[in-house]
Structures are given as C-alpha cells and as structure tokens.
C-alpha cells in the first residue's frame, strides 16, 4: 500500500527552470528518501532527511520536512533535461528495519 | 566495486508455472530488500532480510511468494504458480545495516505472465 501521495503527478517545465515537488505520508517516520527512477527501471537514491532535520541539501537538491504536517519537498534547481524522470519519496517507518514505503511519484519532463 | 545486480531481466512465463528471480547485492551490505512496481500497486515492499535475523515477510502478497538469503548474500524470490497480476518489475535493495542508510537499488527483473 501506498504511504502518501505526491503532487503534482506530472510536471512539465523548461531548462533551467526549478522544479518542485511535494510528498505528504500517514505514519511516524525515521526517515525519509527522494529517489530518481528512469525508464521504469532500477531506482536511484537521491537523499535521505532524517525525521530530526529540517532541511537538506545536496548540489541543486533541496529537501524539506515538516513532521507536524507530515509533509516533505523537493527542489531542483536550475533543472536539466537530464532531470526528466519520476521520482519517488519513500518513508523509512519506526518499527524496525528500514523498509520504504513508497509515494506514487511525480513525473517531471524538462524540456530544453 | 559493483552495484545490485538482478537476473534475469526480463523474464516471461506463462500462467501457473514457476519463476525464481536472483539479486546480488553489494559486497558487505547486510540489509536486503525486495520490491515490486507496478501499474496498479507502485512501488510496494515485499521482503526484507537483515544479517541471521529472521526476515520481515509482512509485505507478501500471498503464500505462492517466498524468498531466501543463502550465506547472507545472493537472495532469490521465488514465485509459484505465476498468475497474471503477478506481472510488475521486481526490484531488489541493499543496505548498510541501520535504519538511516540510503537503499541501492537494483536495475530491476521485468516479469510477463501470459
């Protein structure tokens, strides 16, 4: 089952552009996860903020978590078409291990 | 040195025979899980195994999916009796133990079942 929703579903933008996408979840977290997904296939992590953090940021990455509102962003700045793909927030919960519990993704499209 | 590798990658079989999908995770990664992505579902857990602990088993679908970790390292999801709705890519992750480690994921087995 799915942890939350992400939103827009799919978003469209022009090079050098920012993009900014939102995932909202149900459960307490330990952590939570912004992966990049191409074609469909293998997953890429992108970056983990801890459920203690606020914010982070990782090169034209920046990740928001506001744990009242059980709610997180991600930012790319200055976006390339190379940024076109789907990406997924993932929520690590508190019962042990770290299995994700996956959003529904938002496809982004940057076109040049 | 590599990254997860999974076999085979795309894999089609007919309803109501059996497949075994393999995953290799990164050397000295002691978590491993096992996802599926599809349509309908998007990405959902199925397994994790963590070290010589039991395994979390609580996202399986049903008792024709079981999957095992020989020597804490190559695991294999074995799904019996294929059904058509069975049919998603199945990705394989693995850790560092802990529960703040980022997953690598696997390039994923696609799998058909006609």
């Known amino acids: 089952s799915q942890q939350g929703e992400e939103d827009p579903q799919a978003l469209s933008i022009q090079e050098g552009e920012n993009a900014t996408m939102n995932c909202s979840y149900k459960?307490?977290?330990?952590?939570l996860q912004w992966y990049r997904q191409n074609s469909g296939r293998g997953l890429v992590h992108l970056i983990l903020i801890r459920s203690n953090e606020r914010e982070k940021h990782s090169g034209r990455l920046r990740v928001t978590l506001d744990t009242s509102k059980k709610s997180s962003s991600l930012l790319i700045t200055a976006s390339r078409a190379a940024d076109t793909a789907s990406y997924f927030c993932a929520t690590g919960g508190t019962g042990g291990g770290n299995k994700l519990t996956f959003g529904t993704g938002t496809q982004l499209k940057v076109e040049l | 040195g590599a990254g997860v590798s999974q076999s085979p990658s795309n894999k089609v079989t007919e309803k109501g025979k059996d497949v075994e999908l393999r995953c290799d995770p990164i050397?000295?990664?002691?978590?491993l899980y096992w996802y599926r992505q599809s349509l309908g579902q998007g990405l959902e857990f199925l397994i994790y195994?963590?070290?010589?602990?039991?395994?979390?088993k609580s996202g399986l679908p049903s008792d024709r999916f079981s999957a095992e970790r020989t020597g804490g390292s190559v695991s294999t999801l074995t799904i019996q009796r294929t059904q058509q709705e069975d049919s998603a890519v199945y990705l394989c992750a693995s850790s560092w133990m802990g529960t703040q480690n980022e997953q690598y994921f696997g390039p994923g087995t696609r799998l058909t079942v006609t």
């Open positions: 050397s000295g990664h002691t978590a």
């Open positions: 195994f963590q070290g010589n602990s039991a395994p979390d």
């Open positions: 459960t307490s977290i330990n952590n």
